[in-house]
């Protein structure tokens, strides 16, 4: 059974840092890339970063310069390090894995930052 595990989320002030991870368990695939997303309230979902299996990284344009996205191949586990977080980045945030054969999401971490 595949799981997807997330933690790090919590509350923080405005300018403040969080570190979220996402450990993957039971997946007998190459897992390709990795990825983050987050969904505010009342909002639809929306992607914030990837990477690739060889280390390749992309970033929204609202996150760029603050987040950074990496991973941990041999733990199938990836990490998103937040910093100079704003009210704006409040959300809950999923973790996505792409495989050769399918995609998991994992059950979603509350991020909230106060002004």
């Known amino acids: 059974q595949v799981q997807l595990v997330e933690s790090g989320g919590g509350l923080v002030q405005a300018g403040g840092s969080l570190r979220l991870s996402c450990a993957a368990s039971g997946i007998i695939f190459t897992i390709n890339a990795m990825g983050w997303y987050r969904q505010a309230p009342g909002k639809e979902r929306e992607w914030v970063a990837d990477i690739t299996r060889l280390g390749g990284t992309n970033y929204a344009d609202s996150v760029k310069g603050r987040f950074t996205i990496s991973r941990d191949n041999a733990k199938n586990t990836v990490y998103l390090q937040m910093n100079s977080l704003k009210p704006e980045d409040t959300a809950v945030y999923y973790c996505?894995?792409?495989?050769?054969?399918?995609?998991?999401w994992g059950q979603g971490t509350q991020v909230t930052v106060s002004s």
């Open positions: 996505h894995f792409i495989t050769t054969i399918t995609n998991y």
